[in-house]
């Protein structure tokens, strides 16, 4: 069972633009929600995460959107780089007493001069 | 810092060879995982533990063995190596749990012939 669906699998975005990935979640217990990021060759890393008491978080370029109601959140990569091209997976987890993340399927982005 | 250090990097078995996937961490942390990444599937859990002396069992445990007899080792062992096992293998680690973030391994690639 696919608790965490993320799209686009790939994607290709220019120099300076907006990257956006979008991934739904059905357990309506999930309380937390990470991004990690995964270079070729590297183990994933934490890049920024949400709790559902807030709509947006944003960290340097990176903005996570979060719509309860819909079950939804959103990763945006402003001004991105091709530093950004690399993996990028959601995930969500219940905070306490669930000590395990279920992640969605994956984005490879790829940013393009 | 070494972080979370996984050997080998690489291994090929043949079909009902056995092997056990190496995992150290030297940050003290009582979580630690396995996950498996398949192409476009994302990453499923394997194993899990929260402290020493106690494991469970994640998404995706058929065909694996885990054992956590100290806090900085969480070894994989795979008995009876399928073609089904063919994939990256990563070991994370957290300090307590999902909020702290994951630490991963840089993976060890596996290919059973």
């Known amino acids: 069972q696919q608790q965490v669906k993320q799209s686009p699998q790939s994607l290709i975005v220019q120099k300076g633009g907006i990257s956006i990935i979008n991934c739904a979640y059905e357990?309506?217990?999930?309380?937390?929600f990470p991004w990690y990021q995964q270079f070729p060759g590297k183990g994933p890393a934490l890049l920024i995460a949400?709790?559902?008491?807030?709509s947006e978080k944003k960290e340097g370029r990176f903005t996570i959107s979060f719509n309860k109601s819909a079950k939804q959140f959103s990763l945006h990569i402003m001004d991105s780089q091709p530093g950004d091209s690399a993996t990028y997976f959601c995930?969500?987890?219940?905070?306490?007493?669930?000590?395990?993340?279920?992640f969605g399927t994956g984005t490879r982005l790829t940013i393009i001069p | 810092n070494a972080g979370v250090t996984q050997t080998p990097k690489f291994r090929i078995l043949k079909i009902g060879q056995s092997m056990t996937l190496q995992c150290t961490q030297d940050?003290?942390?009582?979580?630690m995982y396995w996950y498996r990444q398949d192409p476009g599937m994302g990453l499923k859990l394997i194993y899990y533990?929260?402290?020493?002396?106690?494991?469970d069992k994640g998404e995706v445990p058929n065909g694996y063995n885990v054992s956590r007899s100290t806090t900085e080792d969480f070894p994989l062992r795979l008995e009876l190596a399928a073609p089904s096992q063919t994939s990256v293998y990563f070991c994370a680690s957290s300090y307590g749990g999902v909020n702290y973030g994951y630490t991963f391994g840089s993976g060890t690639r596996l290919t059973v012939v």
């Open positions: 949400i709790r559902p008491d807030v």
């Open positions: 533990s929260v402290g020493a002396g106690i494991t």
């Open positions: 357990n309506t217990a999930f309380d937390y």
């Open positions: 995930a969500a987890s219940i905070s306490f007493g669930n000590e395990k993340l279920t």
């Open positions: 940050m003290n942390h009582n979580y």
